[in-house]
């Protein structure tokens, strides 16, 4: 079955142009993971649910402040790999977040121990440029970061391929 989720993205007009508002995932399995370990701050909903009033709560849960106040641009919806649907808001804003105070959740740590753990949702957020940011998130949100730079008016470069260190042939 698929899952419905629901976020804010918040931007600001930086010196090196578009920066975005991204948040690196908690938990033992993302700690040491950078690259495809960020989202876009959102969480899920039911069928008939609100989807922006859902954006807005999962925004305060996940950070510990209010979502900013201000003229939301729709980025539609995108497909996630895990069955997952997310629809999008981007909102100009230029909040703190040098301090993160998360919800958290019980996992099994280690696993197969039989041990619950609680875990921050997310550990840490920044504002990071467009093609930054493109490079650390989740493969499939950087379609909303593209919908946020055309909305904008402003170029952004899809994240390449990570460049292969050079091998010698032996022979």
């Known amino acids: 079955m698929k899952k419905l989720s629901a976020g804010l993205i918040v931007y600001r007009q930086a010196g090196n142009g578009i920066e975005v508002l991204i948040a690196h995932m908690g938990s033992p399995w993302w700690a040491k993971k950078d690259a495809g370990a960020w989202s876009i701050p959102k969480g899920e909903y039911q069928e008939g649910d609100d989807p922006l009033a859902n954006a807005r709560r999962e925004f305060k849960e996940e950070l510990g402040q209010e979502p900013p ?76 970061l593209e919908r946020l730079a055309r909305k904008l008016g402003t170029g952004m470069r899809r994240p390449e391929e990570p460049v292969k260190p050079f091998q010698p042939s032996l022979f």
């Open 69 to 144: 106040a201000g003229e939301l641009l729709e980025l539609g919806t995108i497909e996630q790999k895990n069955y997952k649907t997310v629809i999008a808001w981007a909102i100009e804003a230029d909040l703190d977040v040098s301090h993160v105070t998360s919800n958290t959740r019980a996992i099994e740590w280690p696993p197969r121990s039989g041990k619950m753990q609680e875990f921050s949702e997310i550990d840490r957020a920044a504002y990071l440029p467009l093609n930054v940011a493109a490079q650390k998130l989740i493969p499939a949100q950087v379609e909303l």
